[in-house]
């Protein structure tokens, strides 16, 4: 069982926009944790925290746990996190609070390990069809990643969800006939042909006008 990650955060009493902006300016950002049999809680966040959360995590769907500035610990996942389009920074962080022992459910990311051998042999392409897996598990079963061997897999060979090898206590939602990854034979781009040896190339050349029509442009 995975341990969760931690949070701290603080209770936040202005919303709106001139108060999300006043936040930031000290380095948190804003949030709300919701879910379980509590009513949604507005939260702030240091920025600097959930950046660096997330960059040790593969995917964002995270299970922590969070302490709550004098409102105690609650077990949550991190349901979504909003980016700035061009900066790449977070604007907001959205919790779910959930109960160790109800089932969730969540997508997590799908990675590839090992080179296949219709790569490695035939100069195939891997694909990679399913990014993210919708899975059912006990909070304390959910895997940060869906980890799937690719090393066997052959030119025109494929591996679909009813393929995967999942931890234990975690089952896939996903349609079982659905590809997961697949290893495409390699194209070759076809090559203008020749002309025929001893053809003359054909020059176009534009009518010239008759007499009268020449006369008539003057």
């Known amino acids: 069982m995975p341990t969760p990650l931690k949070l701290q955060a603080q209770p936040r009493v202005a919303v709106g926009r001139n108060a999300v902006r006043k936040i930031k300016t000290h380095g948190f950002v804003p949030g709300v944790i919701y879910g379980a049999k509590d009513a949604a809680q507005s939260i702030q966040l240091a920025e600097k925290d959930v950046t660096t959360l997330l960059s040790h ?5 995270v ?9 105690g610990r609650k077990t949550a996942l991190i349901q979504e996190v909003q980016h700035h389009p061009v900066t790449g920074r977070i604007l907001h962080v959205d919790l779910h609070s959930v ?3 109800e089932a969730i459910v969540v997508e997590v990311p799908v990675e590839s390990t090992g080179e296949s051998v219709g790569v490695r042999s035939g100069g195939g392409v891997l694909q990679h069809n399913l990014r993210l897996l919708e899975i059912e598990c006990l909070p304390g079963n959910l895997p940060e990643v869906i980890l ?3 090393t066997e897999l052959a030119i025109g060979a494929s591996l679909h969800v009813r393929d995967l090898k999942l931890p234990a206590g975690v089952k896939a939602l996903n349609d079982p006939d659905l590809t997961v990854f697949a290893v495409t034979a390699p194209t070759v781009a076809e090559e203008p042909a020749a002309p025929a040896a001893g053809a003359e190339p054909v020059v176009i050349t534009a009518a010239k006008p008759e007499a009268g029509a020449a006369a008539e442009a003057k």
């Open 63 to 71: 299970l922590v746990e969070v302490e709550i500035e004098g409102g």
């Open 148 to 150: 799937v061997d690719v």
């Open 57 to 61: 995590v593969a995917g964002e769907t």
């Open 99 to 101: 109960a160790m022992d």
